[in-house]
Structure formats: structure tokens, C-alpha cells
């Protein structure tokens, strides 16, 4: 699962990826203090389910409803209403934003590398993999990878699908990393 993926203590990317812009004492440091997902994470999060793991959607996202979206979680109806709706791990998004990574999500699977691997036998879906470099394990779950071909396909959101606005963010996130 994505949960044991993170908590295996082999190499990954983003751990790779921050080793090479500070210190290890610091990285350590920051691995051990949890980071709220800021709304653009959790969208991503939720079109990557929604699009390569609909099965996992449901336990795993859910809407807020509309009564209390936009409402302080200080408020008695907000903490009432999350009392009633509790599932440890459960992610939830405000309406807007839900039915956008819907849509989202919809469009990516009608993309035709998207509609050939998707549902091809020799595609796996959120797998990870382990291999030595120099010494050290490492490890990598690609979203897709077609075994037969050697296909990867990265999901990305983005806030600018132009050319120029998703170069900017392979640039800024460091994605050719």
C-alpha cells in the first residue's frame, strides 16, 4: 500500500530529492514532523484514486457536506458533523473542489496512453519496487508501469495544463528529478 511504501525506510525520491538541496540531520529532522497536505496535494491525491484506484476512492475521500463547508472546524455544527462522519485516515475535500477532481479524473482516463495502459493485464497499478544503487536500497511506485512495454505513466495536476505552464511546473517541483 502507499502507507507501507512511505513507511519503508529504503531510499525514495523525495527524500533523495530534498538530501540533494540540504543536510541529512535536517532531512531527518523534517521526516519525523508531520506536514498538513496543503488543498493542491490532497486534489492531486484524490485524481490519482479517482483515476488509477476508483476501488479506493470511496474509504479513502469524501465530500464535505455543504451545510458545514466553509465553516470554521471550531464551530459546534463542524465538530458535530465530523463526529457523525469520523474514519481515521479519511481525507475530506469542500464540494468544489470534490467535483472537480471528478472531472479531473474523467478527463485523464479518456486520454488515449491513459485508455490503452489503464486496463492492460500487463499494467501495474501503484506497485512498488526495490533496487540497489551504489550500496543503498531504493524505492520507486511509479502509478503505472506496463511490464510488456516498459511504459511509465506519471499522473500530474497542475494549475496551467499549457505547454509553457506545465514546463514551469516540472521545473518547480523538480519532476525530472
Same mark, same amino acid.
Given at each position: 500500500t502507499n502507507d507501507e511504501y512511505h513507511a519503508d525506510p529504503a531510499l525514495g525520491r523525495s527524500v533523495a530529492q530534498k538530501m540533494r538541496a540540504s543536510c541529512p540531520a535536517r532531512v531527518k529532522y523534517e521526516m519525523g514532523q508531520p506536514s498538513p497536505s496543503s488543498p493542491a496535494l490532497l486534489n492531486g491525491s484524490m485524481v490519482h484514486a479517482a483515476t *488509477?484506484? +476508483?476501488?479506493?476512492?470511496?474509504?479513502?475521500?469524501?465530500?464535505?457536506?455543504?451545510?458545514?463547508?466553509?465553516?470554521?472546524?471550531?464551530?459546534?455544527?463542524?465538530?458535530?458533523?465530523?463526529?457523525?462522519?469520523?474514519?481515521?485516515?479519511?481525507?475530506? *475535500?469542500? +464540494?468544489?473542489?470534490?467535483?472537480?477532481?471528478?472531472d479531473v479524473s474523467a478527463s485523464a482516463r479518456e486520454h488515449p496512453l491513459m485508455r490503452q495502459y489503464l486496463y492492460d493485464a500487463d499494467s501495474k497499478i501503484e506497485h512498488t519496487g526495490f533496487f540497489e544503487f551504489e550500496g543503498v536500497t531504493c524505492k520507486v511506485r511509479p502509478d503505472l508501469y506496463n511490464t510488456r512495454t516498459g511504459m511509465v505513466l506519471d499522473l500530474k495536476t497542475t494549475q496551467d495544463g499549457s505547454e509553457r505552464g506545465f514546463a514551469k511546473s516540472v521545473r518547480q517541483f523538480n519532476y525530472l528529478f
Open positions: *488509477l484506484e +476508483p476501488e479506493i476512492l470511496d474509504t479513502e475521500f469524501g465530500c464535505k457536506p455543504s451545510e458545514i463547508d466553509g465553516n470554521s472546524s471550531r464551530t459546534n455544527a463542524y465538530k458535530e458533523a465530523f463526529a457523525e462522519m469520523e474514519r481515521p485516515g479519511k481525507k475530506w *475535500l469542500p +464540494p468544489s473542489d470534490y467535483s472537480m477532481c471528478l
